[in-house]
């Protein structure tokens, strides 16, 4: 079958997409990745195909816009902010989400699309599944995970969970009437949409492990946990030499990035950071990425992209900002972690990661300080508690297969390749 597999947001968004992408095409199937086109080369990586969209989430976020992130103290005020910064973003992929539709047989939609995608695949008579990233689905066991917020009790939860969507659904409404337009459909209101898609349970795999998140008991039966979708990495990938002497010239480093997180002041953060390492008598790797930290010294070595299978087992520990990918990076490798939650599910995961015991505490980035992150290293590193559960978690979760429940979802749609719809 045609698959197209439809995401967009940051590369942490996009790269275990690669990895079940891979696992579809192995198994026969023709699969195309759309979304943004700087994540091509992880496409090509991937040997699947491509269809680029056009918005740059990178500039989206260094935009006016994105800058007012930066001053959100609360995640209701995050939240609200990047539901206007994607709602100003999400009609122009709307065009190129339709063009690549038509040349398919089936849709598989991330969280960051969902609502839109259905919308197209309804309008195409395509059949469509959900593969997210986070239990975005209300339930009365915990708050929303991109409110960074506690548990506001089981109601309480419940309630928060269907504003939420209700919010995100309101990103997609004009998008999704003009395209109801343009494919002679009856207009639905977004709230209609999605609960019509819970009354047929519409399919939804979740690419996490039930190992760090237990499927919620008052979700539909269509809701389910499949496992993690690992980004795909090269078979002849090696670390660079530069790096390779870095880590044999000492003791294990450890690992510091922010991923696509950004930030108001590289600099100062990265001088806080390296004050924090210093002071717990620890080597630092630190990635670069969205944020720009950066430090070269003989105990600090600065990094660009680095698959995390190749790096992360060579690392005492973890420093990052706890999004889903870099979570699950550091659980498969099975070293501690010291969370800086930074927005949106930030919190939650890092929530999971003390819950679990591979964590001492989480330290939101905006009240990060060196003598806060020099207690947390130190105890993350020499409190061998924190290994042994977290070496402990990686080897059972690394005997989850969650690309299978998805390829065996789209198995049994079955039908040979069909001619791309009519416009």
Request: aromatic share 6%; proline share 8%.
């Amino acid at each position: 079958m045609r698959v197209a597999v439809m995401t967009a947001g940051s590369r942490g968004d996009v790269a275990p997409y690669t990895g079940l992408g891979h696992a579809l095409a192995q198994a026969g199937h023709q699969v195309t990745l759309v979304t943004h086109a700087r994540f091509a080369p992880l496409a090509a990586a991937a040997g699947v195909g491509f269809h680029a969209l056009p918005v740059d989430p990178l500039a989206e976020l260094r935009s006016a816009r994105g800058q007012a992130l930066h001053r959100s103290t609360t995640g209701a005020g995050k939240l609200l902010r990047v539901i206007a910064l994607a709602r100003s973003a999400v009609g122009r992929t709307a065009e190129d989400l339709l063009a690549a539709a038509r040349t398919s047989d089936v849709l598989l939609l991330s969280s960051s699309l969902g609502p839109l995608g259905h919308a197209i695949a309804e309008g195409l008579g395509l059949p469509s599944i959900g593969v997210y990233l986070q239990p975005l689905a209300a339930t009365a066991e915990f708050a929303p995970p991109v409110t960074g917020t506690r548990s506001w009790g089981a109601v309480g939860n419940r309630l928060a969970g269907r504003a939420v969507n209700a919010a995100v659904d309101g990103i997609f409404a004009d998008s999704a009437r003009a395209l109801q337009d343009r494919l002679g459909l009856p207009r639905h209101r977004s709230h209609t949409a999605r609960r019509a898609r819970e009354r047929q349970d519409w399919p939804v795999y979740h690419g996490f492990s039930p190992l760090v998140v237990q499927r919620p008991h008052d979700w539909r039966p269509g809701l389910r946990i499949a496992g993690y979708w690992w980004p795909h990495d090269p078979p002849q990938a090696q670390l660079p030499d530069r790096l390779s002497d870095f880590l044999s010239a000492g003791p294990p480093p450890v690992f510091v990035g922010l991923g696509s997180a950004t930030v108001p002041d590289p600099e100062r953060l990265s001088r806080t950071v390296v004050r924090a390492l210093r002071a717990a008598g620890l080597r630092g790797v630190i990635q670069r990425g969205w944020s720009e930290l950066a430090c070269e010294d003989d105990d600090m070595l600065t990094i660009d992209e680095m698959p995390h299978q190749l790096l992360f087992p060579h690392m005492a520990a973890a420093v990052h900002h706890a999004g889903a990918g870099t979570t699950a990076a550091a659980l498969r490798a099975g070293i501690p972690a010291v969370p800086l939650p930074v927005q949106f599910d930030a919190a939650f995961w890092a929530a999971r990661l003390t819950a679990l015991g591979v964590a001492p505490t989480a330290i939101p980035l905006r009240r990060l300080t060196a003598q806060a992150l020099t207690a947390a290293l130190v105890q993350a590193t020499t409190d061998p508690s924190y290994t042994r559960r977290a070496q402990a978690l990686a080897a059972r979760i690394r005997q989850e297969d969650g690309t299978g429940p998805v390829l065996a979802a789209v198995n049994r749609l079955g039908s040979p390749a069909r001619p791309a719809p009519a416009d």
